[in-house]
């Protein structure tokens, strides 16, 4: 079975712009969890997917956004880029009934 | 709100040594706990995870855990450590609200010394 996929895996902004990820999940599986790792605040949560619906959402301004089509894959937008969104993205997916998730390569992205 | 803290943001062992990776968590419900592994560049890769069956959880790579309620601790440990363990370890709470939220640690950097 093929893993979580994101995609682009590396990505160069500029202040004031705005970008858009994308997470594929295991096949199935039909929750999608964003995480946000960067050195000085760790692994945070950012927002859950289940079945279209955000079923949850840490604590992170309206400018982090996301959303899941039919086919449980989800993307998140990141609006008006401040440098501190400079980052490590993470994606896992699980098949939300509070099993294993799995996560994805990330995506890297640097804000200049 | 869960919280864990993981003692230590360092840890160094020689080859073939005991590994100890400390992991104390706050939930006012036994949680799920979790262990992740993270190499450079790459995402996180579950280890290990308890889920309130027994309270030695035996996980990949020879990595084992063993909750304690008593102590709310929820350590790492491998006997004998190997070059291809070192990375970042992550232990993590997960939400009791029914969804799917981790609460991850400040995570342990493993180096093994040869």
């Known amino acids: 079975k093929a893993g979580v996929t994101q995609t682009p895996r590396y990505l160069i902004k500029t202040r004031g712009q705005q970008v858009t990820l994308s997470c594929s999940p295991i096949s199935g599986h039909r929750s999608v969890s964003w995480y946000q790792q960067t050195p000085g605040q760790g692994l945070q949560f950012l927002f859950e997917?289940?079945?279209?619906?955000?079923?949850n959402k840490g604590n992170f301004p309206g400018r982090f956004s996301g959303r899941q089509f039919s086919n449980s894959r989800s993307e998140m937008n990141v609006s008006t880029l401040e440098l501190g969104d400079s980052a490590l993205y993470l994606c896992?997916?699980?098949?939300?009934?509070?099993?294993?998730?799995?996560f994805g390569p990330g995506t890297r992205l640097l804000v200049l | 709100a869960q919280s864990v803290t993981q003692l230590g943001s360092h840890v160094s062992v020689s080859e073939g040594a005991l590994v100890l990776l400390r992991c104390n968590y706050s939930s006012s419900v036994p949680p799920y706990l979790f262990w992740y592994v993270q190499y450079p560049n790459q995402g996180l890769q579950l280890l290990l995870k308890y889920t309130s069956a027994a309270t030695l959880v035996k996980g990949i790579n020879g990595f084992e855990a063993e909750f304690k309620k008593s102590e709310t601790s929820f350590h790492l440990t491998k006997p004998s450590a190997h070059m291809s363990d070192a990375a970042e370890y992550f232990c993590a709470v997960s939400d009791t609200g029914g969804n799917e939220k981790l609460t991850f640690g400040t995570g342990t950097r493993l180096t093994i010394i040869p």
């Open positions: 896992a997916s699980s098949n939300g009934d509070m099993e294993t998730q799995y």
């Open positions: 997917y289940f079945s279209e619906t955000q079923r």
